[in-house]
């Protein structure tokens, strides 16, 4: 179909001779894709479709709901349309398909495997990696690292000293790094758990919840436990509720990202507050850049900065229960 045609139809040209049949299908591609008459008109001159994609794991995290909805502002400013992609546990490797078909003209991937996507699939596109291993790639991230040395350090000020942590099931860069922060810390105060101290979850506050059941089984007890992000901490907390436990009288809960959530249950929940928002802007002006051929290119060094916020579900650690 010629760009001449799909430029008649979409104008409204009362003139043009095409058949009902072309029309239709015009019509509805155009739909599809949610286009104005203006971005198709860019399209057509600039062969480009104005449009980004977001891969991300799950849309039902509200700190992806941030990152997406900060993303979907600055393309909007920038006169882009945004599809969105949520990859639950598997790779990206299929949506990224859809840019060789000239659906879109770049992708972010946030927190799913990029690592399983082929090399030489990721050189062929405009893509930008948000929280994941610094590469070849552009992207941005946060210091992650930072985020479980701080929980930590936290728990270790209020005299916790059996600490447990509930991590992740999957492998992403961001929540091993995180992992990796809180353990070093414990490490650094001298501090050694046992393995069953380490929980593997789903990040769901579902798998929260069960994760603490288990950590109710053991004797002794941990006094404080820190999860690998809000939600999972959300689930934490309502099995200790569940179970009559006093949060943080009997055991503190720190969280990761600072959700909007993390203010409104009871206790408020301590966490390790995430810029969503900054990274998802970023983000999107990092690939607009990269496909306007104004991007450096690479990584963005600067890891940009996470704080502790000290709410309701930490304190000190109680008396010794062994």
């Not at 001449?4 to 009362?14: A, E, G």
């Not at 043009?16 to 239709?24: C, F, Q």
């Not at 299908?25 to 399209?43: D, G, H, M, Q, T």
Request: charged fraction near 20%; glycine fraction near 8%.
């Amino acid at each position: 179909m010629s760009q001449p045609t799909v430029s008649l139809v979409l104008s409204q040209n009362p003139t043009a001779r095409i058949s009902p049949e072309t029309r239709a299908r015009i019509i509805k591609a155009a739909e599809e894709l949610r286009y104005s008459p203006n971005l198709v008109a860019r399209s057509l001159v600039r062969s480009r479709s104005y449009a980004l994609g977001i891969i991300v794991p799950d849309f039902r995290n509200p700190f992806f709901a941030d990152v997406v909805s900060s993303v979907e502002r600055v393309a909007a400013e920038e006169g882009y349309a945004v599809l969105l992609c949520e990859a639950g546990e598997s790779s990206p490797a299929k949506y990224l398909d859809a840019l060789h078909a000239r659906i879109i003209d770049g992708v972010i991937i946030d927190a799913v495997g990029a690592s399983s996507v082929h090399a030489d699939l990721l050189d062929r596109t405009n893509v930008v990696l948000i929280d994941q291993l610094p590469g070849r790639w552009p992207g941005v991230a946060t210091d992650a690292e930072s985020a479980g040395a701080q929980a930590a350090d936290h728990l270790i000020a209020f005299g916790h000293r059996r600490i447990a942590f509930i991590g992740p099931a999957i492998d992403v860069h961001s929540f091993r790094m995180r992992e990796r922060g809180f353990w070093n810390a414990l490490r650094a105060a001298g501090i050694s758990l046992p393995s069953e101290y380490l929980v593997r979850a789903n990040a769901t506050a579902l798998d929260g919840r069960a994760a603490m059941r288990s950590l109710f089984a053991l004797d002794p007890r941990p006094t404080a436990v820190f999860c690998v992000n809000d939600v999972v901490a959300i689930g934490a907390l309502k099995a200790c509720i569940a179970a009559g436990a006093h949060v943080p009288g009997d055991i503190s809960i720190v969280g990761c990202d600072d959700i909007e959530l993390a203010q409104l249950v009871t206790p408020e929940l301590t966490t390790v507050k995430v810029p969503a928002r900054e990274l998802g802007g970023r983000a999107a002006r990092l690939l607009i850049r990269t496909i306007e051929g104004k991007a450096p290119g690479k990584y963005l060094g600067r890891l940009l900065p996470v704080v502790l916020v000290a709410r309701g579900t930490s304190g000190p650690a109680p008396g010794d229960r062994s």
